[in-house]
């Protein structure tokens, strides 16, 4: 995971500017942060950017680099954050990534006499130029390192006293955003997107050297023309008002947000969504694949799609190529809110090798998974800094919705934001004060069945990633089956129970009898469940159940006054194996 940040200005920039602009990476690791500058000077520390960025000297610079980490390689530490130098000091490089065989590296590094101060994979890189650089060029040292070098990275590298940054990456993302008087580098365009809307995005084995202008080169060091884009990302929502959190904030954006896909796959992604439901039609085979939030959004795709008879499957993209045979009939369709996740990334790349189609669902334009894909539709949820997917699942589920709807299912999407209001202003306190009762428990059990059995798997998953329950989300059915040894008296049991779902009302009682204590979700009046959310539609009880068991999560978490918005040991966007 990790954000990169680089900046070469004509002009003297502030160095605070840079750490801002990091800021803006940080939901993609938040362990330490730190910058370099080319005069030489690198400071850094563990904890949050917003207190670096306080603390920090104001020093005027042209060039520099930053890096928010995820660790991966070493603790959390002042030594393992980067930037690193080399022995010299005179080259200093962050990375985003994992060097697999640094190592061995290391190993003739060391008998070199190289001298390493941190635990990290990354410091073989500064270590790994200083000494190829005594017999070659800058040009040829970095296509060595390409081909030397397994795992994954995306590297900025400068030179003390020069104006110069050396770019290089292979799956980490890394895109080139280019200003008026200015350069910036960056693991996505969130890191320039408030300076500018033009870009190039690398590719993998790429390099470039930017210095007044910029220079593209393929792996071989040959110079390569690189197209710029001109990006829009008119939904900046980042900042937080009133709210105390951003997961709050979130959340209450949904009935907007979801408006917004809604309309927009009615007018201007409309001919998209049509396209997408043709190479669904088309395909012999179609497979969702995605992570996390994701995959259970994929997993209710699929059970929408089985509603009008349109067959598919989900998988989990780590997992992918074990459980699959493709060829060029199969149509993939990846979901990642994000767009950058490794794991999907990774199963792209093995469904394109075995020439199967590929779509996607993302919230991040130009994203790599976008990038990728013969087809891609967004989200439209706006940034979501949160490291919880909140907004982003429900526009996510309304988009799969709107294409079951092409199939033949009826759900009225033009009223789904008002019943997500209604959901959200109707039982708000009502979740705080049942988090008052659950915060001190240890174990969460989420029951559904059929469509909400995807629901309880997110529901499970927030109540882990957020208030740090051991919470488990399963098929009401399964229960009976080993998991009912673990319900005694007073264990918490969410049931998700959908209109006239006899099935789960017996899976209920059966959870009651053995004196677990009981919360009902249901769209179902006349069984008095403990939230009743209105609705005749099972796909739109879907959306408003999920809210109900997100704010949970947020207001137990509160109550146990964690850090909601960056829980420990996560970050925003999964970009390692
Ligand atoms: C969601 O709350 C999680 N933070 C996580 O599971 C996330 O959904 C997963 O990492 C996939 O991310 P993506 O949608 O960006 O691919």
Same mark, same amino acid.
């Given at each position: 995971?990790?954000?990169?940040?680089?900046?070469?200005?004509?002009?003297?920039?502030?160095?605070?500017?840079?750490?801002?602009?990091?800021?803006?990476?940080?939901?993609?690791?938040?362990?330490?942060?730190?910058?370099?500058?080319?005069?030489?000077?690198?400071?850094?520390?563990?904890?949050?950017?917003?207190?670096?960025?306080?603390?920090?000297?104001?020093?005027?610079?042209?060039?520099?680099?930053?890096?928010?980490?995820?660790? !991966? /390689?070493?603790?959390?530490?002042?030594?393992?954050? /980067?930037?690193?130098?080399?022995?010299?000091?005179?080259?200093?490089?962050?990375?985003?990534?994992?060097?697999?065989?640094?190592?061995?590296?290391?190993?003739?590094?060391?008998?070199?006499?190289?001298?390493?101060?941190?635990?990290?994979?990354?410091?073989?890189?500064?270590?790994?130029?200083?000494?190829?650089?005594?017999?070659?060029?800058?040009?040829?040292?970095?296509?060595?390192?390409?081909?030397?070098? =397994?795992?994954?990275?995306?590297?900025?590298?400068?030179?003390?006293?020069?104006?110069?940054?050396?770019?290089?990456?292979?799956?980490?993302?890394?895109?080139?955003?280019?200003?008026?008087?200015?350069?910036?580098?960056?693991?996505?365009?969130?890191?320039?997107?408030?300076?500018?809307? =033009?870009?190039?995005?690398?590719?993998?084995?790429?390099?470039?050297?930017?210095?007044?202008?910029?220079?593209?080169?393929?792996?071989?060091?040959?110079?390569?023309?690189?197209?710029?884009?001109?990006?829009?990302?008119?939904?900046?929502?980042?900042?937080?008002?009133?709210?105390? /959190?951003?997961?709050?904030?979130?959340?209450?954006?949904?009935?907007?947000?979801?408006?917004?896909?809604?309309?927009?796959?009615?007018?201007?992604?409309?001919?998209?969504?049509?396209?997408?439901?043709?190479?669904?039609?088309?395909?012999?085979?179609?497979?969702?694949?995605?992570?996390?939030?994701?995959?259970?959004?994929?997993?209710?795709?699929?059970?929408?799609?089985?509603?009008?008879?349109?067959?598919?499957?989900?998988?989990?993209?780590?997992?992918?190529? /074990?459980?699959?045979?493709?060829?060029?009939?199969?149509?993939?369709?990846?979901?990642?809110?994000?767009?950058? !996740?490794?794991?999907?990334?990774?199963?792209? =790349?093995?469904?394109?090798?075995?020439?199967?189609?590929?779509?996607?669902?993302?919230?991040?334009?130009?994203?790599?998974?976008?990038?990728?894909?013969?087809?891609?539709?967004?989200?439209?949820?706006?940034?979501?800094?949160?490291?919880?997917?909140?907004?982003?699942?429900?526009?996510?589920?309304?988009?799969?919705?709107?294409?079951?709807?092409?199939?033949?299912?009826?759900?009225?999407?033009?009223?789904?934001?008002?019943?997500?209001?209604?959901?959200?202003?109707?039982?708000?306190?009502?979740?705080?004060?049942?988090?008052? !009762?659950?915060?001190?428990?240890?174990?969460?059990?989420?029951?559904?069945?059929?469509?909400?059995?995807?629901?309880?798997?997110?529901?499970?998953?927030?109540?882990?990633?957020?208030?740090?329950?051991?919470?488990?989300?399963?098929?009401?059915?399964?229960?009976?089956?080993? !998991?009912?040894?673990?319900?005694?008296?007073?264990?918490?049991?969410?049931?998700?129970?959908?209109?006239?779902?006899?099935?789960?009302?017996?899976?209920?009682?059966?959870?009651?009898?053995?004196?677990?204590?009981?919360?009902?979700?249901?769209?179902?009046?006349?069984?008095?469940?403990?939230?009743?959310?209105?609705?005749?539609?099972?796909?739109?009880?879907?959306?408003?159940?999920?809210?109900?068991?997100?704010?949970?999560?947020?207001?137990?978490?509160?109550?146990?006054?964690?850090?909601?918005?960056?829980?420990?040991?996560?970050?925003?966007?999964?970009?390692?194996?």
């Amino acid at each position: 995971m990790c954000g990169i940040i680089g900046i070469v200005s004509q002009g003297y920039v502030s160095s605070k500017e840079i750490i801002k602009a990091l800021k803006r990476l940080e939901y993609r690791g938040y362990d330490s942060v730190g910058y370099a500058l080319n005069d030489g000077t690198i400071e850094k520390d563990t904890g949050q950017i917003a207190v670096f960025l306080e603390k920090m000297e104001d020093k005027k610079f042209k060039t520099g680099i930053a890096h928010t980490r995820w660790a !991966t /390689h070493g603790g959390v530490s002042k030594e393992n954050a /980067h930037p690193h130098p080399d022995c010299s000091g005179n080259l200093i490089i962050v990375h985003n990534g994992i060097i697999k065989n640094y190592l061995d590296i290391k190993d003739t590094l060391l008998k070199k006499g190289h001298v390493f101060k941190s635990e990290t994979d990354s410091e073989i890189i500064a270590h790994y130029f200083e000494e190829k650089l005594k017999n070659k060029d800058m040009k040829q040292a970095i296509v060595d390192f390409m081909k030397e070098t =397994k795992g994954t990275f995306a590297v900025l590298m400068i030179k003390k006293g020069e104006n110069e940054i050396y770019a290089f990456k292979r799956d980490s993302p890394l895109a080139l955003g280019i200003g008026s008087k200015e350069f910036y580098l960056s693991s996505d365009i969130y890191g320039f997107s408030d300076k500018t809307s =033009k870009a190039i995005f690398f590719d993998d084995d790429e390099f470039a050297i930017i210095g007044e202008e910029y220079k593209f080169y393929d792996k071989e060091g040959n110079p390569i023309e690189k197209e710029v884009k001109e990006f829009e990302w008119g939904f900046f929502e980042e900042e937080k008002e009133a709210y105390e /959190h951003y997961m709050i904030k979130e959340i209450k954006e949904e009935g907007k947000t979801v408006r917004r896909i809604i309309n927009s796959l009615n007018n201007e992604q409309h001919k998209k969504i049509l396209e997408l439901n043709e190479m669904i039609t088309n395909a012999k085979k179609v497979c969702f694949i995605a992570s996390g939030t994701s995959y259970f959004a994929s997993l209710l795709g699929v059970y929408f799609l089985n509603r009008v008879n349109v067959e598919s499957q989900a998988i989990i993209a780590s997992e992918f190529k /074990h459980f699959i045979k493709i060829d060029e009939n199969t149509l993939i369709v990846a979901i990642s809110q994000s767009g950058e !996740t490794m794991d999907v990334l990774k199963a792209l =790349k093995f469904a394109k090798k075995k020439k199967a189609k590929i779509a996607s669902i993302v919230n991040v334009p130009y994203s790599s998974v976008q990038r990728i894909s013969d087809l891609s539709l967004e989200i439209l949820a706006g940034q979501e800094i949160c490291v919880a997917a909140t907004k982003t699942f429900i526009n996510q589920i309304s988009l799969l919705l709107y294409l079951a709807n092409l199939n033949g299912l009826n759900v009225n999407l033009d009223t789904l934001h008002e019943r997500i209001q209604e959901t959200i202003e109707n039982n708000e306190k009502k979740v705080e004060a049942l988090a008052q !009762t659950l915060y001190k428990k240890r174990d969460i059990y989420v029951l559904g069945r059929g469509f909400t059995y995807p629901i309880a798997r997110e529901i499970a998953l927030k109540l882990k990633e957020i208030p740090y329950i051991h919470a488990e989300g399963m098929m009401g059915g399964e229960l009976k089956h080993g !998991t009912l040894a673990l319900i005694e008296e007073g264990t918490p049991v969410i049931s998700l129970i959908a209109y006239s779902d006899d099935e789960m009302i017996s899976n209920t009682k059966e959870v009651e009898a053995r004196g677990a204590r009981v919360v009902t979700i249901s769209n179902d009046e006349k069984i008095d469940p403990d939230f009743y959310l209105r609705t005749s539609k099972d796909e739109k009880f879907a959306i408003t159940a999920t809210i109900i068991g997100q704010l949970l999560a947020y207001y137990i978490a509160r109550e146990k006054e964690l850090p909601i918005d960056k829980p420990r040991n996560l970050a925003k966007s999964v970009t390692v194996e």
